[in-house]
């Protein structure tokens, strides 16, 4: 078998839950955001155990994983952030999930068949303040709600709308989005409605402290022990909960002037010893890390050399005393005094974490640990 591990770190996971508790505040719950497999780190683990650990909402993107979710026993309220499609509503109707909603006809088959089961089903109705991508814009939203009130089977529930920029936290945009939104939570009040749910804050805007007063926050990264961008101050100690290992399946000694991997990019400038890992871009290893990334061997960081392949990649050992096959290769994670982020390989490869951690948590086997 492939000796590549993806560990996901339950503990750190917990720990990066209560301190995002902390940081909110005693009066914020928080929706934490387990959509695209929990950012690949396993939606109903993660989601198991934040339930247990006391998350008040789970966010999800579509029915399926909404549905996945309830048949593993999640019992917690899940928003359906991109909402759902006309034949989803049954099903949605029978799970006790809430859909986000910006349109009209989903909202009038909602209603027709929660009432035909006599069922009441919540909705978060979804404000576009800026992000232009999904939503009922802002100006609109007055309209839309006088049409959505009367229609009996549904509460509404909630009012969300997602930030643009909240990683740059002295953006004006931020704000900007932040008073459209409260402008349109007035207008609903004045409507007659009050939404027990508010939402507006991501990993960004808790961290900058921003729409946290409207009574939820939703973060997705921070739960993962990541920053939304790099360079926010180290005011709170977030744990990375995923780790990718593999092993060392092939060393050799090699003259000077030799060329490795595809396309000859890299020759060596000396004798070296080269060692071979079963990881490649097919395991989420970017191939934008051919002669670029570094991993851990023996807890010293060793260099790419040459292209990464499909399923592997070779690296320079010749400054690390006694490597054998069979030795442990940390390519996201700690090893001895030495840690590589997803935020290192981002940078490295011009994406940013969030892309990281799905493409290796998605592409390889994953193992539970809480210790
Ligand atoms: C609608 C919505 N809310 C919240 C989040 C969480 O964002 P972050 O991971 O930056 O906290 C996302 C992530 O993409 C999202 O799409």
Redesign the pocket.
Known sequence: MIPNEVIIDLGALRHNFFEIKRLAGPHTRILA?V?SDAYGHGMIPVARTLESAGIDYL?VFELEEGLALRKAGCKVPILI?MGITSNEVSAVVEHGLTPSLFQLDIAEKLSRISAEQGKVTPVHVKVDTGMTRLGVCFKDLRNFLKEILPLKGIELEGLFS?LAIA?QPSHPFTDQQIRRFHKVIEESRRLGVSPRVIHIS???ALLGNKGLDLGMA?????LYGSP?AQGWAASVSFKPVMTFKSRVIQIRTVPLGTSISYGCTYTTPKRCTIATIPVGYDDGYSRLLSNNGEVLIHGRRVPVVGRVCMNLTMVDVTGVEGVSVGDEVVLLGAQGDERITAEEISTRIGTIN?EVYCAIGKSNRRVYIDP
């Not at 939703?218 to 921070?222: F, K, M, Q, V």
Request: proline share 12%.
């Open positions: 955001v959509k966010g952030m997602h990683d991501n990993s960004g939703r973060p997705g990264i921070l939304p969030y």
